[in-house]
């Protein structure tokens, strides 16, 4: 349970290891970094971002750093790129429930969806 994140490159197929992510509490405007993490070889945390007795009810924000992970994979990027960083902001109504927040990027888009 808890809140986890999963990143998957959709222009390579596979996890989007070594990708730089920030983790943010949010009120209104205001955001307050909780930490930065670097994505495993799966394209996950190493360990849950919140687990089930700390993560609390609120709003939060996740900030992918998906220019700088094509970049170091090599991908000739236009200046400026289509995409630098991806924020999602979501909030967290049950904390009895696990939050997973997936997505799916390329250089040019990406998805997401509440996962299980």
């Not at 849950?48 to 220019?67: M, Q």
């Not at 236009?78 to 997936?102: I, R």
Request: cysteine-free.
């Amino acid at each position: 349970m808890g809140l986890s994140t999963h990143v998957l490159d959709t222009m390579h197929g596979g996890p989007a290891a070594g990708m730089e992510v920030a983790l943010y509490t949010t009120q209104g405007d205001d955001a307050t970094l909780v930490k930065r993490f670097t994505l495993n070889s799966d394209g996950r945390s190493d360990a849950p971002l919140y687990d089930n007795h700390s993560l609390k009810v609120g709003t939060y924000r996740l900030v992918f750093d998906v220019a700088g992970y094509f970049k170091a994979r090599g991908v000739k990027l236009p200046e400026p790129n289509f995409l630098n960083k991806v924020s999602l902001d979501f909030g967290v109504a049950h904390t009895d429930q696990h939050y997973h927040v997936p997505l799916l990027v390329s250089p040019w888009s990406y998805s997401t969806y509440r996962g299980s």
